[in-house]
């Protein structure tokens, strides 16, 4: 997976050289149609739009929820990790708790997850990686890559959103394909 992140970040910072094209017959120059959002300019919260706009793109549980329940919750919605709200407030984040949190703390250590609280576990917001939503992709993409997590929550202020290593190889791949499709109608003349 490493080497993987690591052919992916050397290829966002390629340039694509595009040549203008020339036709002496007429003499006339025809440029390709202006760029797309580069890879450079791509943010977390372009991520975030792409997501299922019917689903929040995140799931909460609270600090004194059972483990157990967080779990059942992951399971239900087929994710790795889950936001744990304070108390009052919807919107600030504790921490988050993750499948990994689950199997070293809670099967690891011998608990039983239906007497352990969430926030026995989870990963605190003192010690929390966040990005905002203005973050360029690249920058979250390292940061979870040198930090060894899949999930980060997005704060502006408070959460707005949560985008995993899978979101955001997904965004670069289509951003790729994107870029090679523009190339292909640039070479056949068709941009136009």
């Given at each position: 997976m490493k080497a993987f992140v690591r052919g992916l970040l050397a290829r966002a910072y390629e340039v694509p050289k595009i040549q203008t094209k020339v036709s002496a017959s007429f003499g006339c120059v025809t440029s390709p149609p202006p760029p797309e959002k580069?890879?450079?300019?791509?943010?977390?919260?372009?991520?975030?739009?792409?997501?299922?706009?019917?689903?929040?793109?995140?799931?909460?549980?609270?600090?004194?929820?059972t483990v157990c329940d967080a779990v059942k919750n992951m399971a239900k919605h087929n994710i790795g990790s889950l936001v744990v709200l304070k108390p009052g407030d919807q919107q600030y984040i504790a921490g988050i708790v993750t499948e990994r949190d689950y199997m070293k703390k809670i099967i690891g250590a011998g608990r039983s997850s239906k007497l352990t609280k969430v926030g026995e576990v989870m990963t605190d917001e003192s010690k929390l990686i966040t990005v905002s939503s203005g973050t360029n992709i690249i920058k979250a993409m390292q940061l979870m890559s040198e930090n060894h997590i899949r999930h980060v929550p997005v704060i502006d202020g408070k959460i707005v959103g949560l985008i995993s290593m899978v979101d955001v190889v997904r965004a670069i791949v289509d951003h790729q394909n994107g870029e090679l499709k523009r190339l292909n109608q640039f070479i056949k003349g068709d941009y136009y």
């Open positions: 580069g890879l450079e300019n791509l943010t977390v919260a372009d991520v975030l739009s792409t997501k299922d706009a019917d689903v929040d793109t995140w799931i909460s549980c609270r600090t004194n929820d």
